[in-house]
């Protein structure tokens, strides 16, 4: 929700307060670049959809060639941040009554000439029509409502994580949301407008409406203005919240004393909708008859639903529709009578966008020449407003929709993001470890932490721009919004899909390059790098000296001790900050000693002994120490062994995570040093790819194409992944079709100890997928 606008009523309908300016960067972002508009305009909201480009810093690293003059130290390479444009998506939501306020704020700001018309939508988009052409002087395009619904949720099923949720209204957890399915079709779509449409969508264009309803949300309303008197649709959904249909409906019981054992009837069984009202000689509430008319028409829809979906056998069906709205009262009683008549077998799904479809659609209409489908996309947390819950009973300060702006910004990505084809089972894989959104006390801890960090992040961000006046305006903008996320997702948690420390350390990267903070952390890892070269080759000369036994402990111990180096872990950055002198030989005695927290060294032994792996796909971590001390070494003997390797690195920076430009120049200068990484990299044996991710964790499911193409090309048999971030916050519990790899050190106290551990335990956690999927553990997952 947009704060800080405020819309007046005034005796000519609802206006804008003149007296407010509404910045084009709180709601209406980057309209001077904005271009092809979309609209859909329904019996209450308006949905509206532009295309802009928004111009931001990155940071670059650029290798010196020391073989000139150019190099005026001994820095292995130069950081410039330059500006790069990056396509965005962005889409608004509002009420109606201020469409024309909008649109004129829209023509007061909108510098872009080349637009010529704007797609329309929805059953408004006739009545408007004069209006639009009138305020912003294009031409109205109208589309056809469904395929512009499909297109839409083709769309965000594709691109968002965590798209679409169960609803569950007496859980810890309201919203449970779902994994992003690898191939989305076919599936059912439900959509509860005035009557219900039921479509089979079996592909991006192949769709077909199979039946409907003239009983949907229309008659909800209509019959409740009729029984209520209440004209306002969501008067009626709050009156059906605080009523009792069993005042009005006429149960099993009443009928028969109980239960039908013989039918399988409870007692509690609605047997006839309204079937009190026509004996008893009394007044009904108006709660008790809108709950029952919520009922009614709920168990007809899902009814009609269940049916369809047997028939054409299908497992996924999705609602939407004004009916349903995100109003937990609609999506309780829809998800009962799914739940009843397929006997749980199948469940009834929602989705967390599900009011912009049609503006999506529409959208993707107007830039089919563009071919947006080819990209892939990602929400832009820090300028939309997540889900928000409607509940009466809960967060009354969210309830108000009235007034307020609803927004949703997605970010073209460079790369296309797809699964790793190394997965067991993409379709049953979650990248979390933990859920936030279901455990209360880790959702409190790790909110609190995320907040303590704050002022160390913005001192960092101001220090890595001294020669920037303004850096500590915008840092303290940065420090204001994140904090501002951090309590919404204190009230609620599932805003922007499951709640995790991925979507916590995320939120706070969305948020930092809002505020032009590309790379707060790169001098560090500019320092930390240079240091860790000049001890590359006396690391890699003692581990020589080395019996084969005592170089594969060494050779992990080193791993482990270089993965301590992480500005991101507060009990590693302050000794990094307060002590200059700590480095990879202080690192190592701060290790836990055998037996590890997880331990199955012994078992990677007994493996090395065996053939040589035919690739080894490594996903990094950190730079300076860990990369260069700790996993160089490490690939040097896999190498060594016959092994093909694939480094996978950060394709944007995060934290301290080395990035593959990074990496590509490290990797250069250590093959100038070493000929077992020289030959490597000549014979095409080490090759250097980006992961496709900008984040201290990681998602297998939306890593870099053409990472995966290389995983298949070279027949990839074991995955190394390395990091608190990576390999315990995500993909603990990630299964492979080949062996794997999970080594990491807990530099979090709270989280060591949850684990059964203390600071600097050691996990090491090696796999093989003929065994059975480790449990995860009660200190993981208890709430």
């Given at each position: ?167 569950a209204k007496h859980a810890d957890s309201e919203f449970r949301f779902q994994t992003t399915q690898p191939d989305i079709f076919p599936y059912l779509l439900v959509n509860i407008g005035s009557g219900v449409s039921i479509v089979k969508v079996e592909s991006e264009d192949n769709f077909e409406r199979i039946g409907g309803s003239s009983i949907g949300g229309g008659t909800f309303w209509g019959l409740g203005a009729l029984l209520t008197k209440t004209k306002r649709f969501d008067e009626l959904l709050q009156l059906a919240s605080k009523g009792q249909h ?519 956690k090696y796999e093989v997928p003929s065994e059975k999927p480790s449990q995860p553990s009660a200190a993981l997952t208890r709430s």
């Amino acid at each position: 929700m947009a704060e800080g606008v405020r819309l007046d009523g005034t005796s000519g309908g609802h206006t804008m307060d003149k007296s407010i300016t509404l910045p084009p960067d709180e709601i209406f972002r980057n309209l001077a670049n904005a271009k092809r508009f979309a609209i859909d305009i329904g019996g209450s909201l308006t949905k509206l959809a532009y295309y802009s480009t928004v111009q931001h810093k990155v940071a670059k690293v650029r290798s010196f060639d020391h073989a000139t003059k150019e190099a005026s130290s001994d820095k292995l390479y130069e950081i410039s941040v330059q500006e790069e444009v990056t396509p965005r998506l962005h889409f608004i939501k509002f009420e109606n009554a201020y469409i024309e306020t909008c649109l004129d704020f829209i023509k007061d700001h909108l510098v872009n000439t080349e637009t010529k018309d704007i797609k329309a939508t929805g059953g408004g988009a006739h009545k408007f029509k004069e209006l639009i052409e009138r305020k912003l002087g294009l031409k109205v395009d109208k589309e056809d409502e469904m395929t512009c619904l499909i297109k839409g949720c083709n769309f965000v099923l594709k691109n968002i994580p965590h798209e679409a949720f169960v609803y569950a209204k007496h859980a810890d957890s309201e919203f449970r949301f779902q994994t992003t399915q690898p191939d989305i079709f076919p599936y059912l779509l439900v959509n509860i407008g005035s009557g219900v449409s039921i479509v089979k969508v079996e592909s991006e264009d192949n769709f077909e409406r199979i039946g409907g309803s003239s009983i949907g949300g229309g008659t909800f309303w209509g019959l409740g203005a009729l029984l209520t008197k209440t004209k306002r649709f969501d008067e009626l959904l709050q009156l059906a919240s605080k009523g009792q249909h069993t005042s009005v409906d006429m149960l099993v019981k009443d009928i028969y004393g109980g239960s039908y054992a013989s039918l399988g009837l409870t007692g509690d069984l609605i047997a006839s909708s309204f079937g009190k009202s026509a004996t008893a000689d009394r007044e009904f509430s108006k709660e008790d008859m809108s709950k029952s008319l919520l009922h009614m028409i709920s168990n007809d829809i899902g009814q009609l639903a269940c049916l369809y979906a047997k028939l054409h056998n299908l497992s996924r069906v999705y609602f939407g529709g004004f009916f349903i709205r995100g109003h937990p009262v609609t999506m309780h009683t829809i998800t009962y009578s799914i739940n009843f008549f397929t006997k749980g077998e199948v469940q009834a799904l929602f989705l967390r966008h599900e009011g912009y479809l049609g503006a999506i659609g529409a959208f993707l209409k107007g830039a089919e020449k563009d071919n947006p489908n080819q990209y892939s996309w990602g929400e832009n947390y820090a300028g939309s407003s997540g889900l928000m819950s409607v509940s009466p009973d809960m967060n009354p300060m969210q309830r108000a929709r009235s007034g307020t702006f609803d927004m949703l910004e997605m970010d073209r990505l460079e790369r296309q993001l797809v699964n790793l084809p190394l997965l067991l089972d993409p379709s049953s894989y979650v990248p979390d470890t933990v859920d936030l959104t279901e455990d209360a006390l880790a959702r409190e801890y790790w909110l609190y932490c995320f907040e303590e960090a704050l002022d160390g992040v913005v001192k960092r961000a101001v220090a890595s721009q001294p020669d920037t006046q303004e850096a500590a305006e915008r840092a303290e903008k940065f420090s204001q919004k994140y904090r501002h996320k951090l309590q919404t997702l204190r009230h609620q948690p599932f805003a922007y899909g499951s709640l995790t420390v991925r979507s916590l350390l995320d939120t706070r990267e969305h948020c930092l390059n809002e505020f032009n903070f590309p790379d707060p952390y790169s001098k560090i890892k500019q320092k930390e790098n240079d240091g860790a070269l000049k001890y590359y080759l006396k690391a890699v000369k003692a581990l020589e000296q080395l019996d084969w036994k005592e170089r594969q402990f060494a050779l992990v111990r080193g791993l482990l001790a270089g993965n301590v180096f992480d500005w991101g872990a507060k009990a590693v950055s302050d000794v990094l900050e307060s002590d200059p002198e700590f480095g990879f030989e202080e690192a190592k005695q701060q290790l836990e000693e055998r037996p590890w927290l997880v331990d199955t060294f012994e078992q990677w032994l007994e493996r090395l002994k065996g053939p040589p792996h035919k690739c080894a796909l490594f996903f990094v971590d950190n730079s300076g120490v860990d990369i260069i001390l700790g996993v160089m070494p490490f690939v040097r003997e896999l190498l060594f062994r016959g092994t093909e390797v694939v480094l996978a690195s950060n394709s944007g920076p995060a934290l301290n995570d080395v990035t593959n430009g990074e990496l590509q120049i490290l990797t250069e200068r250590l093959a100038a040093m070493d000929p077992v990484i020289e030959t490597g990299l000549r014979d095409e044996r080490l090759t250097l790819v980006q992961s496709g991710s900008s984040s201290p964790c990681l998602d297998l499911s939306r890593l870099d194409k053409e990472l995966a193409m290389v995983v298949r090309e070279r027949q990839t048999d074991l995955v190394i992944i390395e990091g608190m971030g990576r390999a315990i916050h995500t993909n603990y519990y990630a299964m492979f079709s080949c062996e794997s790899l999970k080594m990491a050190v807990i530099k979090n106290a709270w989280l060591a100890d949850r684990l059964g551990g203390k600071l600097f335990s050691v996990v090491f956690k090696y796999e093989v997928p003929s065994e059975k999927p480790s449990q995860p553990s009660a200190a993981l997952t208890r709430s």
